[in-house]
């Protein structure tokens, strides 16, 4: 197994791990007061992969609470549907941002989440006025995730905003780093396969480095999906590395194929050749030279001198 003493999380550490407990405490409470009725909505929002689904649904089954979960395709008369069947549960919204256009859903909401009864929780009255004519009233909350900060975008949300709490729970670089150093800790499980901390870790410092050349954030769904390219690796005979499929992951392209040292110095020849039949005085030459392979202008003229 391999073993990563680095994983152990220092005094900084330990400070950053605060500040995010305290955050995911904020979030926890949060929920914990839409369930006992002392508020009617709640807002969440922040980038994916920073656990906010992953406490919220530890924290709603910790309270034995009632919920029902909405993503991808939800209508307004759908919705309408849900609450109506349901008018007591929490009802969880989440991946379905087409929703929060919809001007008659937005209505709903707006319905959903504000009276002027002081019961706790409150009664709030939802009508859906067609023909036959429909209504009932509603006691339960509206929860609602996202990965962008929708409540801001038209005035029919801003209206949705001011009936309910919003929590961002976004994560500094730091904080990612150390959740992310503390989930391997723990080890991966997928399937009847597994990984130690130590190994983990590997992964997750090759990710860590590759990301920042990428100029990427990092994010906690991208780590159990390169942790599952490692056992692929490591137990389904793979003609590929682990580090090249996770870097093809990140790149969302094949990698490349490593050249010999003789195929290498074909290539610079051939590339040294073309620069030199080139109209260009002899100092763009070599400024182009550098540019393109990284090496010193001396290095162009052997180049050149490499028999064809």
Request: hydrophobic share 35%.
């Amino acid at each position: 197994m391999i073993e990563a003493p680095s994983l152990e999380l220092t005094p900084e550490d330990h400070i950053t791990r605060a500040r995010l407990d305290s955050k995911q405490d904020d979030l926890r409470s949060a929920v914990d007061m839409l369930v006992k009725g002392y508020e009617t909505g709640l807002f969440v929002w922040g980038e994916g992969g920073s656990r906010k689904s992953f406490v919220v649904e530890n924290t709603l089954k910790e309270l034995h609470a009632d919920f029902a979960k909405h993503n991808s395709r939800v209508s307004a008369r759908g919705l309408f549907d849900s609450l109506r069947e349901r008018p007591t549960a929490i009802h969880w919204i989440e991946d379905a941002e087409p929703l929060f256009t919809d001007k008659t859903a937005l209505g709903i909401l707006r319905s959903a989440c504000w009276s002027q009864c002081d019961k706790r929780p409150p009664e709030r009255p939802i009508s859906w006025v067609t023909a036959g004519g429909d209504s009932f009233t509603f006691t339960g909350g509206i929860l609602a995730i996202s990965n962008a900060n929708l409540v801001d975008s038209s005035p029919e949300l801003r209206a949705v905003k001011s009936r309910v709490r919003v929590l961002e729970m976004g994560l500094s670089p730091n904080e990612m780093r150390v959740l992310m150093k503390t989930a391997c800790q723990a080890g991966y499980t997928y399937g009847d396969e597994s990984m130690s901390p130590g190994e983990c870790w590997q992964v997750a410092t090759f990710i860590q480095e590759k990301l920042s050349l990428l100029n990427r954030n990092m994010d906690l769904r991208l780590f159990k999906q390169c942790f599952r390219s490692f056992l692929y690796w490591r137990n389904q005979d793979s003609s590929k590395h682990w580090q090249e499929l996770i870097e093809s992951r990140m790149k969302e392209a094949p990698t490349d194929i490593p050249l010999s040292r003789a195929a290498k110095s074909i290539q610079e020849s051939a590339f040294a050749r073309e620069l030199d039949a080139m109209n260009l005085p002899g100092e763009e030459k070599e400024r182009r030279w550098m540019r393109q392979t990284g090496k010193s202008y001396k290095s162009y003229y052997r180049a050149l001198r490499r028999p064809q």
